[in-house]
T-cell receptor, first 112, second 111 residues
Framework: DAGVTQSPTHLIKTRGQHVTLRCSPI?????VSWYQQVLGQGPQFIFQ???????GRGNFPDRFSARQFPNYSSELNVNALLLGDSALYLC???????????FGSGTRLTVV | GESVGLHLPTLSVQEGDNSIINCAYSNSASDYFIWYKQESGKGPQFIIDIRSNMDKRQGQRVTVLLNKTVKHLSLQIAATQPGDSAVYFCAERGSNYKLTFGKGTLLTVNP
């Protein structure tokens, strides 16, 4: 079975641009969460979606938004990119919401 | 507030030794804890989890201990192998189903 898949794997953007990151959860998983991992630190929670509804939001500015589609895949959008947005963006899926989070390999975003 | 921290940022062991990685958490309301292993350039890989109604759980070569009295979590790896070298994170589940991660411990296994 395929795990959590994220695309693209790497991305370089210029300050002020917009970016869309994509995530496909494990088949049968209805919950998707997004995390930001800055080099040398642990992942920081951004959003969680369950059954296409936002169930949680971390301390990130409104430039960050996300959505979940009927097939449970998800997109993370970041507007007006800043240099500080450079990080590894991780997607995690789980079957029944609160337990068993499985992470993808992430998207490495570099803002120049 | 919620926070998870690690006592040791780095740990170096000899191949075949047992490793113990420790973690302190501050949110007494957290009900679920996970240990992840992260290799360079990869996403966190699930190792083992434990719910707050348990104090010990064993997997293959790994054991997690939870002490709710002192809000302490540990990961024990038996017969550590070079392939175990990675950064290990503990994470707690608090409000809004989010996971709060610590800073991580770098485990280095010397042959």
């Amino acid at each position: 079975d395929a795990g959590v898949t994220q695309s693209p794997t790497h991305l370089i953007k210029t300050r002020g641009q917009h970016v869309t990151l994509r995530c496909s959860p494990i088949s049968g998983h209805k919950s998707v969460s997004w995390y930001q991992q800055v080099l040398g630190q642990g992942p920081q929670f951004i959003f969680q979606y369950y059954e296409k509804e936002e169930r949680g939001r971390g301390n990130f500015p409104d430039r960050f938004s996300a959505r979940q589609f009927p097939n449970y895949s998800s997109e993370l959008n970041v507007n007006a990119l800043l240099l500080g947005d450079s990080a590894l963006y991780l997607c995690a899926s789980s079957a029944d919401g609160p337990y068993g989070y499985t992470f993808g390999s992430g998207t490495r975003l570099t803002v120049v | 507030g919620e926070s998870v921290g690690l006592h040791l940022p780095t740990l170096s062991v000899q191949e075949g030794d047992n490793s113990i990685i420790n973690c302190a958490y501050s949110n007494s309301a957290s009900d679920y804890f996970i240990w992840y292993k992260q290799e360079s350039g990869k996403g966190p890989q699930f190792i083992i989890d434990i719910r707050s109604n348990m104090d010990k759980r064993q997997g293959q070569r790994v054991t997690v201990l939870l002490n709710k009295t002192v809000k302490h979590l540990s990961l024990q790896i038996a017969a550590t192998q070079p392939g175990d070298s990675a950064v290990y994170f503990c994470a707690e589940r608090g409000s809004n189903y989010k996971l709060t991660f610590g800073k991580g411990t770098l485990l280095t296994v010397n042959p």
